[in-house]
């Protein structure tokens, strides 16, 4: 069994940034893809970027460049640093594992084990 746990987020002005992170316990892969999604109301849950074992990122468009995975040594907490924030960024935050070797997982179904998610509010 996988355990993710999400943290950091809150309310935060148009322009400013925020890390949340993501804690993994529980079963461990060699191969897997970390992936964090968005669901803001009334809209569908998406892709916003993932991480791989090796390190590798993906981004959405409408984060790239703004936004940063990043994980420890320990590969044990994913990080999602968001900069330069906007209202639309506005959205529950969730991180999600897949294990095994398959390239850039994007689609919510692509993904078995999910976190409770965390709130990023962003005012203008």
């Known amino acids: 069994q996988v355990q993710l746990v999400e943290s950091g987020g809150g309310l935060v002005q148009a322009g400013g940034s925020l890390r949340i992170s993501c804690a993994r316990s529980?079963?461990?892969?060699?191969?897997?893809?970390m992936g964090w999604f968005r669901q803001a109301p009334g809209k569908e849950r998406e892709f916003v970027g993932s991480i791989n074992w090796i390190g590798g990122t993906y981004y959405a468009d409408s984060v790239k460049g703004r936004f940063t995975i990043s994980i420890d040594n320990a590969k044990t907490t994913v990080y999602l640093q968001m900069n330069s924030l906007k209202p639309e960024d506005t959205a529950v935050y969730y991180c999600?594992?897949?294990?095994?070797?398959?390239?850039?997982?994007?689609?919510?179904?692509?993904?078995?084990?999910w976190g409770q998610g965390t709130q990023v509010t962003v005012s203008s």
């Open positions: 999600a594992l897949q294990p095994g070797n398959i390239p850039l997982r994007i689609g919510v179904q692509e993904y078995g084990y």
């Open positions: 529980g079963r461990t892969f060699s191969t897997y893809d």
